[in-house]
């Protein structure tokens, strides 16, 4: 007989949003438990971008002194956008008075297991979810790391597994069921030793096409340039890989260093058909994802998490239904700001492959017009920085 363990809300993935949501309804007095098919160390270990919104580094505040958002991290008061080899800065403090924090997800990750563990969460790695039964009363179906079949009976089940959610289904029917639009460029990024080439990140559009000088550490660097999404990542040396990305960043001399990780990521934008079906919903990756170029990913699924604590905490305490009900549609006004958001900063720094004459002079317009406008550099800020978690 397969073994059931009963728990008022179920959370498929161990991520930034899973982990934060079992955070915020703990403090609401609401337990949960936290499933992820990997191991800690896998959780922990897989180096992944992350600048945090000041919304987001205020959230991780409530963790207490696990969060060193603030400690390590490194705050950044505005960008550099280059063009046509000219440099310009997006002050975020005096468009906006808010500032990013430059702060790797693993990181953040490990911030939030250890707080978790230590609050004694029920936190359980090494479990695959096979497949979430909806309804008034969800039960995840699973299996342990010894292969032995494990049910969880909840009030409420929320999938943060992931864009390849398992979750998803029992909420929008499909795999599927959604809004998808894939680009027809890429990145392909580095992760490098050597010191930071720039106080800031720098976003570059240049004739030869997009880059991102960003950092991980005062000893490693992370950078980009824009790439078919077929290139092999193999196919380049690391001095043509270096000529590639020092001629899209004229103007600024490259710290170079050994090459240590090479990837080629895609992009995509999807926002699920549905969030939420009777007691099960979906957050982070799992409703929706963005390109990276506006540094959304992480930030909006906290966002989502934010609302639906307060949603989840009113319906199992006090029975109240209005939060959960309007979560799909409070979520979504967010999600499609970011959507607009990501899509309006990748079309416009990057370089279609189809371009004609007229289209790169257009987007030549668009970024002077960006720089040199005081409202076009707050919408940057505005957008870049994040919006209130209580819009």
């Not at 230590?118 to 936190?123: E, I, T, V």
């Amino acid at each position: 007989m397969t073994p059931t363990v009963r728990t008022r809300v179920a959370i498929v993935g161990a991520g930034p949003a899973g982990l934060m949501l079992s955070h915020l309804l703990a403090q609401a007095g609401v337990d949960s438990i936290v499933l992820d098919k990997r191991s800690r160390d896998e959780i922990e270990s897989t180096i992944r971008a992350g600048i945090l919104e000041q919304g987001t580094v205020e959230l991780l505040d409530t963790i207490g002194d696990f969060s060193r958002a603030r400690t390590v991290g490194r705050r950044h008061d505005g960008i550099e956008l280059h063009v046509e080899g000219e440099q310009h800065r997006i002050d975020f403090a005096a468009s906006v008075g808010r500032a990013v924090w430059l702060y790797p997800q693993h990181e953040v990750l490990r911030d939030l297991v250890a707080a978790r563990l230590a609050g004694g969460q029920d936190l359980r790695f090494g479990v695959d979810v096979e497949g979430v039964d909806g309804g008034d009363r969800p039960r995840v179906h699973a299996r342990g790391a010894d292969g032995a079949a494990l049910e969880i009976e909840a009030d409420f089940v929320v999938g943060s597994d992931g864009s390849r959610s398992v979750v998803r289904s029992a909420v929008t029917g499909d795999h599927q069921n959604g809004y998808f639009r894939e680009y027809p460029f890429a990145w392909f990024g580095i992760l490098c030793e050597a010191p930071p080439s720039a106080d800031e990140l720098i976003y570059s559009n240049s004739p030869d096409g997009f880059a991102l000088v960003s950092q991980r550490s005062p000893a490693v660097q992370r950078m980009y340039f824009q790439c078919d999404p077929d290139t092999d990542t193999t196919a380049l040396t690391e001095h043509e890989i270096w000529g590639e990305l020092q001629k899209r960043v004229p103007g600024t001399v490259l710290q170079t260093g050994p090459i240590f990780q090479r990837d080629v990521l895609r992009f995509r934008s999807f926002v699920a058909g549905e969030l939420r079906r009777d007691r099960v919903a979906l957050v982070g990756d799992a409703a929706h994802t963005v390109p990276p170029t506006g540094a959304k990913g992480m930030n909006l699924a906290i966002a989502d998490v934010r609302l639906l604590a307060d949603a989840l905490a009113a319906l199992l305490l006090d029975d109240d239904e209005r939060l959960i009900d309007n979560y799909p549609e409070r979520a979504l006004r967010r999600i499609w700001k970011a959507q607009h958001f990501s899509w309006w900063m990748t079309t416009m720094l990057h370089t279609a492959p189809d371009a004609s004459g007229f289209d790169r002079g257009r987007q030549r317009g668009e970024l002077r017009s960006l720089v040199e406008s005081a409202a076009g550099r707050a919408y940057l800020s505005e957008g870049y920085c994040g919006w209130p978690l209580d819009e």
